[in-house]
């Protein structure tokens, strides 16, 4: 047990982009806390200035202790180079605590050097499930889960999936980090010329994101996925920022002339944080396989179709404004339809009040 006189050190995990929302809250309470004594590792799983660089900027998040410069590579070569790059980190750091969050590889990666070192691990983000184990992330919760020893929770189907797997020790239903992060930068966000430089009018679009494996590497899915687009583009200009495993898929599929000829489809890069919440937040309806998309919509208020065929946030369908739809295209075409005449009126889930990061940091620093 740690002695309660010297801080409580607590190294914190990021890797790729979902992750910087998440951590920056959490640094944010450290700071704000007595005692804590917080350290931040980047895996350096997500590189490109547009997936990584800005989102520090634009969120305040301290400059990372160490970089380990992993990059892009097959799982199983990048989940071990992360483990090979994190030990001696942990080895020389010998924090008391390690704390990771979503569901990324850097997530399990680092979290099962540490347990092998006897580092106890916190999880920001526990207990989601999609019950689709093709789906990387969904292993990765798994396990991460399975060897976290405090496991906080943004809903409560997260606190039932771990009961159900007989894990209740540790386990807190704490609020969404995520959404500390956007309730703290609304206000910036609201105050972006995205839109402007863009020649859009609020309401007058729609916005898509698309980086799935089983959506973007799959040419049937990818090519049904198109049609659906095309059909909205007849209605309403699409905005779309390219995630780069989405532009690697459409060159690989032979199929990128098809989306620059769509003359109502805007191809962006990936956005920094503040433009893409103004881009979400003026948009008509959001179309997207995002995890957190779905989370932020449901704040926003703005309608979601999540072009996939299940959540592990289930949350965003029950309160919130996010509607499942696949991805068959006749279907995305009719949901689109209904979210235009009938836009879904979603309410906000418990907790989601800004407050998460506080609420855990208040644990883990009783847990000392
Ligand atoms: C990863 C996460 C996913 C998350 C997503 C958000 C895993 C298993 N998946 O998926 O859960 O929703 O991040 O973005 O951890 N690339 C670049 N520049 C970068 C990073 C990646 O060009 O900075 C390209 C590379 O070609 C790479 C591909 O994108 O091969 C995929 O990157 P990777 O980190 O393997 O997975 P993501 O699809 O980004």
């Not at 691990?121 to 060897?147: C, F, K, Y």
């Not at 780069?244 to 890069?269: K, N, Q, T």
């Amino acid at each position: 047990m740690a002695d309660a006189r010297r801080p409580l050190r607590i190294l914190n995990v990021v890797g790729a982009r979902p992750n910087f929302m998440k951590i920056a809250p959490l640094m944010a309470a450290y700071r704000a806390a007595d005692g804590i004594d917080a350290t931040l590792v980047h895996t350096g799983q997500h590189y490109d200035e547009t997936m990584n660089r800005v989102f520090f900027r634009d969120l305040g998040i301290p400059r990372p202790d160490a970089n380990l410069g992993v990059g892009s590579a097959s799982h199983a070569v990048q989940t071990a180079e992360v483990m090979k790059a994190f030990e001696p980190v942990l080895q020389a750091e010998k924090p008391d605590r390690v704390v990771v969050v979503g569901d990324v590889n850097s997530t399990i990666a680092c979290a099962l050097v540490a347990v092998k070192l006897g580092i106890p691990v916190a999880h920001v983000e526990a207990g989601l499930r999609s019950g689709d184990r093709t789906m990387p992330e969904e292993i990765n919760r798994l396990l991460t889960d399975a060897i976290s020893d405090q496991l906080f929770c943004t809903e409560q189907a997260g606190v039932d999936n771990l009961a159900a797997q007989g894990v209740r020790a540790g386990v807190h239903l704490v609020g969404n980090v995520m959404v500390d992060t956007l309730l703290a930068h609304r206000r910036r966000a609201a105050a972006s010329t995205v839109l402007d430089e863009l020649g859009l009018a609020p309401g007058s679009y729609a916005l898509l994101t698309l980086h799935r494996p089983s959506n973007v590497d799959r040419r049937e899915v990818l090519t049904g996925l198109l049609d659906a687009i095309d059909a909205i583009g007849r209605e309403l200009p699409l905005v779309a920022p390219l995630h780069p495993r989405l532009r690697a898929a459409l060159a690989e599929h032979g199929l990128a002339d098809r989306l620059a000829a769509s003359p109502r489809l805007r191809a962006l890069p990936p956005q920094g944080y503040l433009d893409f919440l103004k881009l979400m937040s003026e948009a008509r309806v959001v179309l997207t396989d995002s995890g957190g998309i779905q989370e932020e919509t449901t704040i926003l208020g703005v309608p979601c179709l999540t072009l996939r065929h299940n959540t592990e946030r289930p949350v965003t369908v029950e309160l919130g404004t996010n509607r499942l739809v696949g991805t068959q295209p006749e279907r995305i075409v009719a949901a689109f339809h209904d979210a235009l005449a009938k836009p879904p009126t979603g309410r906000t889930p418990p907790l989601w009040d800004g407050k998460a990061a506080e609420r855990i940091v208040a644990i883990l620093a009783a847990a000392r």
